[in-house]
């Protein structure tokens, strides 16, 4: 029977900083595995001086985004999606109180939800997955176009499964598991962090300061995926997204023999089962069955 995951992110280059790993280690498993970008990152800021086709950047943004995504794309062995809308940006002036006034009105951010959710819905009917993540509440960080992919998520993901919702979009389907995205998490930056100390490692300091500011969240993950295997794959594919991230990237790039050492894992936290699992989990398919997986 086959196993069908579906990630909803915010931005192409999303998909690579949370989770590739994960997708990567499933598609190369024999799941069928679908990455929905809401947005095309159109309004995005180049976050790598060294871009080589800044020209195409400054003149085509839009395109260079989809460039990138497909070189992701290829190098995860995944499939892709784009819902189709207009990245919301992030102004400087911008608070979600004031969305209406800063941001653009054609943007992800400010569609009504009925509206936007619909092709979302039409996805997840079409491909039926039996696992979807998404971020949480906050969207993983204050950005419009996150916190509005949350909600787009667990909108869709309600609404596939009534039948009289949206009808003309399919037969509903009901995803079993849903999952919030957990990759950033203080207990995998301490336990990196006391790895790369013990070996003397050059970039203890630049963890030391993520530990700083990561330390005191909440441990939220419930499923620690073992991945240790595809986290070169992950970064080849986030280095695709030359655009949005450097190749030396401190915040992004850790050592990856550390991390195979000290947490060979990505981390999600399950908030929403149709199908009984026991907790912790190593495994986003744990309790589905055969004639779940139809």
């Not at 992030?90 to 608070?95: A, G, H, I």
């Not at 979302?120 to 079409?126: E, H, S």
Request: hydrophobic letters at 40%; glycine letters at 6%.
């Amino acid at each position: 029977m086959t196993r069908r995951l579906l990630a909803v992110h915010a931005h192409p280059d999303d998909e690579s900083s949370k989770g590739a790993a994960t997708y990567a280690h499933y598609a190369n498993a024999g799941a069928e595995v679908t990455v929905v970008s809401c947005t095309g990152g159109e309004r995005g800021d180049v976050q790598n001086d060294a871009l080589e086709p800044r020209a195409m950047a400054e003149r085509d943004m839009a395109g260079l985004r989809r460039i990138e995504m497909a070189a992701a794309q290829a190098a995860l062995g995944i499939n892709h999606r784009w819902l189709g809308y207009l990245d919301s940006g992030l102004p400087d002036e911008y608070s979600p109180d004031r969305a209406d006034e800063v941001l653009p009105a054609d943007c992800f951010a400010r569609i009504p939800l009925a509206i936007s959710a619909e092709p979302l819905v039409r996805i997840i009917r079409q491909l039926k997955p039996q696992v979807l993540i998404t971020y949480d509440e906050n969207g993983g960080y204050p950005h419009p176009d996150h916190i509005r992919t949350h909600e787009i998520s667990m909108y869709a993901w309600e609404a596939a499964a009534d039948p009289t919702r949206y009808p003309h979009q399919g037969p509903a389907w009901r995803i079993a598991k849903v999952y919030y995205d957990r990759i950033f998490n203080a207990p995998k930056v301490t336990s990196v962090h006391a790895e790369m100390v013990a070996s003397l490692h050059p970039q203890a300091d630049d963890m030391a300061e993520l530990v700083e500011w990561m330390g005191s969240r909440p441990d939220l993950a419930t499923t620690h995926v073992p991945v240790g295997d595809f986290l070169d794959v992950r970064d080849t594919a986030l280095r695709a997204h030359a655009s949005q991230v450097a190749p030396d990237d401190r915040f992004f790039f850790w050592p990856n023999g550390m991390l195979r050492k000290a947490w060979p894992f990505e981390d999600f936290q399950l908030v929403e089962s149709s199908v009984e699992t026991t907790l912790p989990e190593s495994d986003l398919f744990a309790g589905l069955h055969d004639e779940d997986l139809q």
